[in-house]
């Protein structure tokens, strides 16, 4: 209706006014003479005038109405262009200034650890298997990555590891997968066992510490660490919190529960350990 009223307004008036001068014009031929047109036409002048001027500032008044509507059209898809521009500007400054604390505390990192060759990369792709807990990083071999390098984040809480390379992508299979073990030991207690990955508790993005020694004692709450054993990963890297302690095999064997220090579905950036000095 909008783009018909713009295109043949115009037209519109002109047809009317033609339609109504016809209508008299027949009047008066049908009432015999060109006096009586001429009475005709003079007693119709008045109302016909006032009948056209309304209907002239009708369509002006149209006019206005939908050369005002397209211009606040205009101005609000203006306004509406420069908002998500402010907003993804905001955006990416937000995560601007998160990668440069990420990097300055990754920067106090290697500054406590010297023995600490590290790689920062951005988590690109999280796998979609209900069987594992993997994700994909923006850097590989090319950059210096190696299988087997462990993962971390900027505090140094342990992520996980690389276990699949190509020359500029890697896979990171983080500590909850059900194929990980990592060596580790209970902060309070100094206890040696392993934190391995179970598909039950992976579901809930937990882990299990277990194989420990005879005789040792865990607590709930107590902090769980790397030990370093083997060689694969740093000693003292933190793993998470035991939030409950359990027992299998009709109760002669007790194992905790363990909550990841890192909060995996957060991750946007981690940092891999290229190389490191090993427990001696």
Same mark, same amino acid.
């Given at each position: 209706?909008? @783009?018909?009223?713009?295109?043949?307004? +115009?037209?519109?008036? !002109?047809?009317?006014? #033609?339609?109504?001068?016809?209508?008299?014009?027949?009047?008066?031929?049908?009432?015999?003479?060109?006096? $009586?047109?001429?009475?005709?036409?003079?007693?119709?002048?008045?109302?016909?005038?006032?009948?056209?001027?309304?209907?002239?500032?009708?369509?002006?008044?149209?006019?206005?109405?939908?050369?005002?509507?397209?211009?606040?059209?205009?101005?609000?898809?203006?306004?509406?262009?420069?908002?998500?521009?402010?907003?993804?500007?905001?955006?990416?400054?937000?995560?601007?200034?998160?990668?440069?604390?990420?990097?300055?505390? #990754?920067?106090?990192?290697?500054?406590?650890?010297?023995?600490?060759?590290? @790689?920062?990369?951005?988590?690109?792709?999280?796998?979609?298997?209900?069987?594992?807990?993997?994700?994909?990083?923006?850097?590989?071999?090319?950059?210096?990555?190696?299988?087997?390098?462990? $993962?971390?984040?900027?505090?140094?809480?342990?992520?996980?590891?690389?276990?699949?390379?190509?020359?500029?992508?890697?896979?990171?299979?983080?500590?909850?997968?059900?194929?990980?073990?990592?060596?580790?030991?209970?902060?309070?207690?100094? +206890?040696?066992?392993?934190?391995?990955?179970?598909?039950?508790?992976?579901?809930?993005?937990?882990?299990?510490?277990?194989?420990?020694?005879?005789?040792?004692?865990?607590?709930?709450?107590?902090?769980?660490?790397?030990?370093?054993?083997?060689?694969?990963?740093?000693?003292?890297?933190?793993?998470?919190?035991?939030?409950?302690?359990?027992?299998?095999?009709?109760?002669?064997?007790?194992?905790? !529960?363990?909550?990841?220090?890192?909060?995996?579905?957060?991750?946007?950036?981690?940092?891999? !350990?290229?190389?490191?000095?090993?427990?001696?």
């Amino acid at each position: 209706m909008k @783009e018909y009223l713009k295109r043949y307004g +115009s037209r519109l008036i !002109i047809i009317l006014a #033609a339609s109504a001068f016809l209508i008299l014009l027949g009047a008066a031929v049908r009432g015999g003479g060109m006096g $009586v047109l001429r009475k005709a036409t003079d007693a119709a002048s008045v109302p016909f005038q006032k009948v056209l001027g309304s209907t002239v500032n009708w369509f002006n008044r149209m006019y206005g109405y939908l050369y005002q509507y397209d211009s606040l059209m205009a101005e609000n898809e203006s306004l509406r262009t420069q908002l998500a521009e402010a907003q993804q500007s905001a955006r990416d400054g937000v995560a601007a200034s998160e990668e440069n604390s990420r990097l300055r505390q #990754a920067l106090e990192l290697r500054e406590s650890h010297r023995d600490y060759v590290l @790689e920062s990369a951005k988590v690109v792709l999280w796998s979609d298997s209900v069987w594992s807990s993997s994700f994909t990083i923006s850097k590989g071999s090319s950059s210096g990555i190696e299988l087997g390098d462990p $993962v971390i984040t900027e505090y140094g809480a342990l992520v996980g590891q690389v276990t699949e390379l190509s020359e500029n992508s890697a896979v990171v299979s983080t500590l909850i997968d059900v194929d990980m073990s990592v060596g580790a030991y209970v902060g309070s207690s100094g +206890s040696a066992g392993m934190v391995v990955g179970e598909y039950a508790m992976m579901k809930n993005k937990n882990a299990k510490l277990t194989f420990l020694a005879d005789g040792a004692q865990i607590f709930e709450g107590d902090e769980v660490l790397t030990s370093g054993s083997g060689g694969a990963f740093p000693a003292g890297l933190s793993i998470g919190t035991i939030s409950n302690v359990q027992t299998e095999a009709g109760g002669q064997i007790e194992f905790g !529960i363990v909550v990841p220090q890192v909060e995996l579905d957060a991750l946007v950036q981690v940092f891999i !350990i290229k190389d490191f000095a090993p427990v001696e």
